[in-house]
């Protein structure tokens, strides 16, 4: 399942349907992101992080921040960003695939989020990435999963959000463009045919306890979708 949605994050695509979608995206994202962490001098995770356009704004709230994603492109652009930026902060930023991450900070994360990621990821992935934060989480340390496909939702919800979002937030016009465009995209084709990964508030949680973790669900979601779901969880 992984790899077609892999392909379409390494490639070009209009997931925001445009600059000021990405900005506002972004901006409640980190804000959501920094009410998560547990202090300044915490080692934080944004695994499957995409663009990470408030990394900077995030930063500032911890010792280091990492920035994960499965997609090279995306670890490309992010490397170069932080490289050429002079901010103080962007020292503070690092780079890694999942597999580097895997033998880095052993026992060292205090915070591990995974924001809207989880419905591209296969039921065997999901599993090793549990391992692998188990692995990865300090003593005290926290996963946050958010953002997650609830069993029967479905496009028109997806939709009304979007619009509703985009009401509220100024770019109304560019999101029925842009759910035009989504129409004849690769995007659709993908989530037509390959799928996207939804779960069960109940077996959700009974999952992250079997992978031995204390777990219960978290309110609210991070982004603007309360209808999708999420949970914190910590080592038991
Ligand atoms: C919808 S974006 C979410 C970006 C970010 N978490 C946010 O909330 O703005 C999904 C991201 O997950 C990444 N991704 C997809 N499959 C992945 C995998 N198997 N491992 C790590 N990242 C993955 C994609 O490359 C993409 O950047």
């Avoid at 990470?52 to 499965?70: K, N």
């Avoid at 419905?119 to 549990?130: F, G, I, R, T």
């Avoid at 029925?176 to 690769?186: E, M, N, P, Q, V």
Wanted: charged content about 20%; proline content about 3%.
């Amino acid at each position: 399942m992984a790899s077609s949605w892999l392909d379409f994050w390494n490639g070009s695509h209009r997931i925001y349907v445009n600059a000021r979608h990405a900005q506002v995206h972004y901006a409640k994202i980190a804000a959501d992101f920094i009410a998560l962490i547990p202090s300044a001098d915490a080692i934080v995770v944004h695994w499957g992080c995409g663009e990470a356009l408030q990394a900077l704004t995030v930063a500032a709230h911890c010792r280091c921040l990492v920035l994960c994603d499965a997609a090279s492109a995306i670890r490309g652009r992010l490397t170069e960003r932080f490289a050429a930026s002079t901010e103080p902060d962007a020292a503070k930023i690092a780079v890694c695939s999942p597999e580097d991450l895997r033998t880095r900070y052993v026992g060292g994360i205090d915070l591990f989020v995974v924001n809207s990621v989880l419905q591209y990821l296969s039921l065997a992935e999901l599993d090793q990435l549990l391992a692998d934060v188990r692995a990865l989480l300090a003593p005290g340390g926290s996963l946050v999963v958010a953002d997650v496909i609830p069993r029967h939702d479905d496009l028109v919800s997806d939709v009304r959000n979007l619009l509703a979002t985009a009401w509220a937030k100024g770019f109304f016009i560019a999101a029925l463009f842009g759910l035009a465009a989504t129409f004849f995209s690769r995007y659709r084709t993908l989530r037509n045919t390959v799928g996207l990964a939804r779960h069960d508030e109940a077996e959700f949680l009974s999952g992250l306890r079997a992978a031995g973790f204390t777990a219960a669900r978290l309110q609210p979601n991070m982004g603007f979708d309360q209808r999708r779901m999420a949970f914190r969880a910590t080592l038991r």
